[in-house]
C-alpha cells in the first residue's frame, strides 16, 4: 500500500470538513469557503490522479512524482489556509496561549529569551529560522545520496505527514504569533540580512494564523530524528542548528512557549503514527544497501 497519496486524500477530507463545518453559515466565512474548497479539490483530484499513474510504475519513478508532489503541495495546502483562517474560528488564540504561558512560568517567558544588545546574533537567528525550510531538504538529500531508498521513502512519508498534521492545528486553533501582535520585538541594531529575511518571511507566510503548533519545532525534530535513525553523523552535525531553530521560534517572538511545547509533542506524535502506518502497509520500498552509520 502506497501512503502517500492515502496521507493527502485524508488530509483533504479532514481540512475540507473542518472547514465547512466552521464556516458554511457564518457569512463571510462562506464565501472564503470557495477558494478554499477549489484549491482542496485540486490537490485531492492531483494525488488521486497521480496515486493512479504511478500504481503502475517502478519504485523509482513513484518516489520522484511523489517527492516532487509533496515538495510543491504543502506550500500550497499552508497558503490556502488563509482563504479561511481565521474566518472559520475566530477566537483570540493568542491570548489563550499568552495566558497559559503566564500559568505555566507565572511572568511572561518570551522578553526573557531574546537577545538584547546583539544585532549580529538576531541577524543569526534570522537566518536560522529561515534555514527550517531547508533542514528536512538536507535530511533527504544526504539519504538520497547515500542511495537509502527505503530510509528516504520513510522519511518523505513523515515530513509529509507532519507538516499536514501541523496545518490541521492551524485550523482547529488559528492563531496570530506574538511578533504579529507587537509583543515584546526588539530589533535594536538588527543588521541589514536580519531586517531583510523578516520582511521576506512576512511576505511569503501567506498564512499568519500559524502559531499553534510551533511547525519550525514540529518538521525541525523530526526531520532530526530521521537522521538520528538512519544515518547518525548527520544527526550530529545538525544538532546545533536543530537547537537553534527551535530557540529563534521564541527568540524572535514568532512563537508562544506553548507552542514549542505543542510542536514537541506533535513532533512525537506525527513520528509515531507514520511509522505505526508504514508498518501496516508494509510497502516494498526498493533496494538500500547496508546499515545505517553510527558516527
Not at 520585538?185 to 494564523?209: D, H, M, Q, S, T
Not at 526531520?223 to 524572535?252: K, N
Not at 512563537?255 to 511545547?261: G, K, M
Request: glycine share 10%.
Amino acid at each position: 500500500m502506497h501512503l502517500q497519496p492515502l496521507i493527502w486524500l485524508w488530509f483533504v477530507a479532514t481540512a475540507t470538513c473542518c472547514a465547512l463545518v466552521g464556516g458554511v453559515g457564518t457569512g463571510d466565512a462562506t464565501l472564503r469557503l470557495i477558494p478554499f474548497l477549489t484549491v482542496m479539490f485540486l490537490v485531492g483530484a492531483g494525488a488521486a490522479g497521480l496515486w493512479a499513474f504511478t500504481a503502475r510504475g517502478g519504485p523509482e519513478r513513484r518516489r520522484l512524482i511523489w517527492s516532487l508532489f509533496t515538495l510543491a503541495g504543502l506550500p500550497v495546502a499552508f497558503s490556502s489556509l488563509a482563504f479561511v483562517l481565521p474566518a472559520i474560528h475566530p477566537e483570540p488564540y493568542e491570548q489563550r496561549w499568552l495566558a497559559l504561558d503566564r500559568a505555566l512560568f507565572g511572568f511572561d517567558p518570551l522578553p526573557h529569551m531574546q537577545v538584547r544588545g546583539f544585532g549580529a546574533l538576531v541577524g543569526f537567528l534570522h537566518v536560522v529560522y529561515v534555514f527550517f525550510y531547508f533542514f528536512p531538504i538536507v535530511v533527504m538529500s544526504v539519504l538520497a545520496l547515500r542511495r537509502r531508498w527505503a530510509a528516504f521513502d520513510r522519511g518523505v512519508v513523515a515530513v509529509a505527514f507532519g507538516f499536514l498534521l501541523s496545518y490541521l492545528g492551524y485550523v482547529l486553533w488559528p492563531t496570530l504569533g506574538p511578533n504579529r501582535l507587537g509583543l515584546w520585538e526588539v530589533r535594536e541594531a538588527e543588521p541589514p540580512l536580519g531586517a531583510w529575511l523578516r520582511a521576506l518571511i512576512w511576505r511569503i507566510e501567506a498564512n499568519p494564523w500559524d502559531c499553534f503548533p510551533s511547525g519550525h519545532t514540529m518538521l525541525t525534530l523530526i526531520a532530526w530524528w530521521i537522521a538520528w535513525r538512519e544515518q547518525r553523523w548527520l544527526a550530529w552535525l545538525l544538532a546545533p542548528i536543530a537547537l537553534a531553530i527551535v530557540y529563534a521560534t521564541m527568540g524572535l517572538c514568532y512563537h508562544y512557549v506553548v507552542d514549542v511545547l505543542a510542536g514537541v509533542v506533535g513532533a512525537v506524535l506525527a513520528t509515531m503514527l507514520a511509522g505505526g502506518l508504514q508498518r501496516l502497509s508494509a510497502a516494498p520500498s526498493g533496494p538500500e544497501p547496508g546499515p545505517a552509520q553510527s558516527t
